[in-house]
């Protein structure tokens, strides 16, 4: 971690200005830029991994492996050892109460499908709905949309104002005492909008609706706190923030998560199980059904590591002033028309190039290993509104420098010249 | 990458033939959709058909554009053919373009371009989908590999 120490002192001293290419050194961290040499733009779907979590993923297997909470052997005392000092390291890295508020999952996707089946579905009374926002990633609308559908709730969904943030105005009208829950993006992976959710929470809270937030493109880019954000549940995953992939965690306030049912019912999650009736553990193992994803949380661990040692407003001062350096050089590129014009945006910006198709922008870029993402980013419904069907996005993290924005530049321009 | 976007593809892309904005009032032509949920490319296909025979055939919609540029060649070479003749070319063209024989039967010169994207897997369903939809609809009980 020496590199990243040093630069850290450097991050620390404010030395920001013209030191956009720091992350030409974080990257040597990064063993998939000296193996398979390629510009990452591309972290909103997924961020490459650290050496060191790569490192206690395979350490966790090779010396440390055991199934987790179960046999009284040394290895699974080991193994469940670090499996649970990850839950604590997760209270503390999002700001929880206690470790119990902190369930692994399998990702996003699963910890936002265990609220809405798990607690949403019991508490459901006649005449409901459902709030949600315009700009959510399909792991934020589909489940809502399928329990509303199934027991004939009403789902609404807040529009955006014309920057592409969530209309609060909206919002506190669409929110009202006939809403079950509330679920919103803190930043959105289309547009990259970060959304002040405080007002739109506390107007919730003022009616009783529980608020879960999706922090899967906020975390690592951005100090999230659940304290400050006061939200009932928040959900993310591993692999956007450094992490291995297939881990990923739902907090919850433990008043909350007393009142949800288990949505997955098996291995490990029982305290008694009967002929007619079985008894469940306490949260969260209630929650965590199954052999878990051990080294998952093994590696999630070091990519906490990393991301505190950095410091995660570190990573956001970097990564904000490369993005706006990034939005500059693309509004100075003619034919380029960048969507959306929020207060705060976070590490991606969303494009598209007059009369060219996203999709032969993005292949042309792959060609000379500029990797950038081309589609409907799992949000067809914002993309509808917008009346755009795919666009182009570029994201970065704390390995992004200015070479990487040049050469999306340079391929843009390698892009134009094939169609003009 | 060059290769793919062959200066043919690049031609019928930004100028293709027999496109249109909007859909003809005309309430006796065949309407195909062609949707890639993937890409979200969607282009619609207007057929003209006297009896067994294509008079004409238009598109609107959007996509990418190799896409694009097959459909605009696809209404080319579909004007005036017989349905069994456009099954045959279909059917020649998928084998050309994914099993790789080239076609005995007809000449599908002006597709070759579109071969290159055996090197592009990925792109592939942007080759295939207006054969597809015109297959669907000549051939509706046709199982497609």
Same mark, same amino acid.
């Given at each position: ?51 060191? +979590? ?23 005392? /080991? ?35 265990? @609220? ?19 700009? /959510? ?19 609404? &969904? ?17 929110? *009202? ?7 919103? +993006? ?26 879960? @937030? !999706? ?52 291995? /490990? ?16 193992? &209630? ?17 906490? *590591? ?13 990564? !904000? ?11 100075? /590129?003619? *034919?380029?028309?960048?969507?959306? !014009? ?9 494009? +598209? ?36 069907? +795919?666009?182009? &996005? ?6 992004? !420098? ?19 | ?145």
């Amino acid at each position: 971690m020496s590199v990243f120490n040093n630069y850290r002192i450097q991050l620390d001293a404010r030395k920001l200005d013209g030191m956009l290419k720091l992350g030409k050194h974080i990257r040597k961290e990064f063993p998939i830029f000296q193996n398979a040499p390629h510009v990452y733009l591309d972290s909103a779907a997924t961020s490459h991994k650290p050496q060191r +979590v790569i490192d206690a993923v395979s350490r966790f297997y090779s010396t440390q492996y055991g199934s987790i909470h179960r046999a009284l052997h040394t290895r699974s005392a /080991e193994a469940t050892r670090i499996y649970e000092m990850g839950r604590s390291r997760v209270e503390h890295f999002i700001g929880a109460n206690k470790p119990s508020e902190i369930i692994f999952t399998g990702g996003t996707t699963e910890s936002i499908n265990q @609220v809405a089946f798990g607690f949403a579905v019991p508490r459901i009374k006649e005449g409901g709905n459902i709030v949600i926002s315009a700009m /959510e990633h399909h792991a934020n609308f589909l489940p809502w949309q399928r329990i509303c559908t199934q027991y004939g709730l009403s789902l609404r &969904r807040i529009p955006l104002t014309d920057a592409g943030e969530i209309d609060e105005v909206a919002a506190s009208e669409l929110i *009202d005492e006939n809403t079950l829950i509330t679920a919103l +993006v803190q930043v959105s992976n289309v547009l990259g909008t970060v959304n002040d959710l405080n007002p739109i929470i506390a107007h919730a809270h003022s009616l009783q609706v529980p608020v879960l @937030v !999706d922090a899967a493109q906020s975390i690592g880019h951005m100090d999230v706190n659940v304290q400050a954000l006061d939200c009932d549940f928040l959900a993310f995953s591993g692999h956007k923030m450094l992490g291995p992939t297939g881990v990923g965690v739902l907090y919850g306030k433990y008043t909350y998560l007393e009142q949800m049912e288990p949505w997955r019912f098996g291995g /490990e999650m029982v305290l008694h199980a009967g002929l007619e009736r079985s008894k469940f553990k306490e949260p969260p193992h &209630r929650f965590e059904g199954g052999s878990p994803h051990s080294a998952g949380v093994a590696g999630l661990i070091a990519a906490i *590591d990393f991301l505190e040692e950095a410091g995660v407003s570190n990573i956001q001062r970097y990564s !904000d002033q490369l993005l706006s350096h990034m939005i500059d050089q693309l509004q100075a /590129e003619e *034919d380029v028309q960048i969507l959306a !014009d929020p207060k705060q945006r976070s590490g991606l910006v969303s494009f +598209v190039l007059k009369d060219i198709h996203p999709h032969d922008v993005a292949s042309i870029l792959g060609e000379t290993n500029i990797a950038i993402r081309a589609g409907h980013h799992c949000a067809q419904p914002l993309l509808r509104d917008l009346g755009i069907p +795919v666009t182009n &996005r570029a994201s970065i993290h704390c390995y992004n !420098d200015e070479d990487d924005i040049e050469a999306l530049m340079d391929g843009i321009r390698r892009v134009k010249s094939y169609f003009h | 990458m060059k290769d793919l976007y062959h200066p043919t593809i690049i031609r019928h892309s930004k100028s293709p033939s027999n496109f249109r904005e909007d859909p003809p009032d005309d309430r006796e032509v065949v309407t195909l959709e062609a949707y890639n949920p993937l890409c979200g490319d969607e282009f619609t296909l207007y057929l003209y058909m006297q009896g067994e025979l294509i008079e004409k055939v238009q598109f609107s919609g959007y996509g990418c554009a190799v896409s694009k540029a097959m459909t605009s060649l696809l209404t080319e070479r579909l004007e005036g053919k017989r349905i069994l003749e456009s099954k045959v070319l279909l059917s020649d063209l998928r084998k050309m373009l994914i099993d790789n024989g080239e076609s005995p039967r007809t000449l599908l010169d002006e597709f070759v371009p579109f071969m290159e994207v055996r090197n592009y897997p990925e792109r592939m369903t942007c080759v295939t989908l207006s054969i597809d939809a015109l297959v669907d609809y000549f051939e509706p009980n046709k199982d497609r590999l």
